[in-house]
Nanobody, 119 residues
Framework: VQLKESGGGLVQAGESLKLSCSAS?????MGWFRQAPGKEREFVAA????????HYAASVKGRFTVSRDNAKNTVYLQMNRLKPEDTAVYYCNADPMEFGGRWASGDYWGQGTQVTVSS
């Protein structure tokens, strides 16, 4: 599976961005993770193809929306009301898995896209 993200950039607090991740190959779930400078990579959101269920980290729930276009094999992350603490490199991930309420990454990553939110 190959993943390619796009859509990052520099915005001001309160503004919006939409990330895209196109995938080659079949996936059952698609996820987004992010890594801020000096911090560990963390789960952001996931979309499960079967049933179309969505999952979010508490820090982004209500502000971010994950969706998928099956025809294009592309997953999106709509980020609204962005905050400076959302600044990170955002990575697309294929087939993350949930274990007891915590999400672990799958084996395939995109190259990452930088999101910077200024205050």
């Amino acid at each position: 599976v190959q993943l390619k993200e796009s859509g990052g950039g520099l915005v001001q607090a309160g503004e919006s961005l939409k990330l895209s991740c196109s995938a080659s190959g079949r996936t059952f779930r698609m996820g987004w993770f992010r890594q801020a400078p000096g911090k560990e990579r963390e789960f952001v959101a996931a979309f499960t193809t079967t049933g179309g269920s969505t999952h979010y980290a508490a820090s982004v729930k209500g502000r971010f929306t994950v969706s998928r276009d099956n025809a294009k094999n592309t997953v999106y992350l709509q980020m609204n009301r962005l905050k400076p603490e959302d600044t990170a490199v955002y990575y697309c991930n294929a087939d993350p898995m949930e274990f007891g309420g915590r999400w672990a990454s799958g084996d395939y990553w995109g190259q990452g896209t930088q999101v910077t939110v200024s205050s």
